[in-house]
């Protein structure tokens, strides 16, 4: 079975299917629509095998469809019938979920990302949880307002690594997490990883979207140690590197 998995993020939509050896991307933003969006797809996809879709959504999704309108692109994704649109089955997630099921190894992990907001999900024994963390109170606002992009650029680069340090400290306890991935653009900002945390990869989308037609890849992991809070010398020079390349084999 060959997949198709698209990656529909606020400034490119990026394609990988597999058996093919790199990605391929366009430009979303504001004024992208559903139907833009499948019909840049099937313009870059022309020249490739697909039987199935697989689709990160950059929002809330419920049963398979979005539930929430995003909040960089156009509007008229929650009642757009994907589907019909491909002409294939399709499975659609929340981009962050998507990200952590390619970023998982084992036990209990949780998925951060650090970009224009803060996207979360858990995956619990390879069982993908979505989650909405970004809204949760934090001081006198929300995670979100702290450690998204309003929060890098209202309270500069050293205040704003303190809080993802303090946020991720608090996480590992209150979820009793076995395993932390920060992901999104600006991971790349902090000079070292929170303890306990490691950083991931743009790449490990496309990992997950080949994931989510082969359940069986995540499935029977053994649940690790708890994290000890041990201070580590990581950062994002150190992270794991996940390429298109390596994306190819988990799908083959």
């Not at 419920?62 to 929430?68: F, G, Q, T």
């Not at 946020?167 to 999104?184: C, F, K, P, Q, S």
């Amino acid at each position: 079975m060959n997949v198709l998995v698209i990656d529909i993020g606020g400034t490119h939509v990026k394609i990988l299917a597999t058996g093919q050896k790199e990605r391929r991307e366009f430009e979303s933003g504001p004024a992208l629509t559903p139907e833009r969006m499948v019909a840049g797809v099937k313009e870059l996809a022309k020249d490739w095998k697909y039987d199935v879709v697989a689709i990160g959504y950059p929002g809330r999704v419920r049963y398979n469809r979005p539930s929430a309108e995003p909040r960089n692109l156009a509007k008229g994704w929650v009642d757009f019938d994907f589907k019909a649109a491909f002409k294939r089955p399709v499975k659609l997630v929340n981009d962050a979920a998507m990200q952590a099921l390619g970023s998982y190894r084992e036990g209990t992990m949780l998925f951060a990302g650090l970009g224009t907001g803060f996207g979360a999900a858990m995956v619990v024994d390879g069982v993908v949880v979505p989650m909405e963390l970004g809204i949760m109170f934090y001081r006198d606002g929300t995670f979100e307002d702290y450690l998204g992009l309003r929060g890098l650029q209202r309270f500069g680069k050293k205040k704003w690594r303190k809080h993802v340090e303090q946020v991720m400290e608090h996480l590992v306890h209150a979820l009793r997490l076995d395993d932390v991935v920060l992901g999104g653009g600006n991971v790349k900002k902090l000079d070292t990883l929170p303890a306990g945390c490691r950083a991931g990869d743009n790449a490990n989308a496309f990992i997950g979207g080949f994931r989510l037609w082969d359940p069986k890849s995540t499935q029977g992991a053994r649940p690790s140690t708890t994290l000890s809070l041990v201070p580590k010398k990581s950062g994002p020079t150190q992270k794991t590197q996940r390429s298109a390349k390596k994306a190819r084999k988990e799908a083959a």
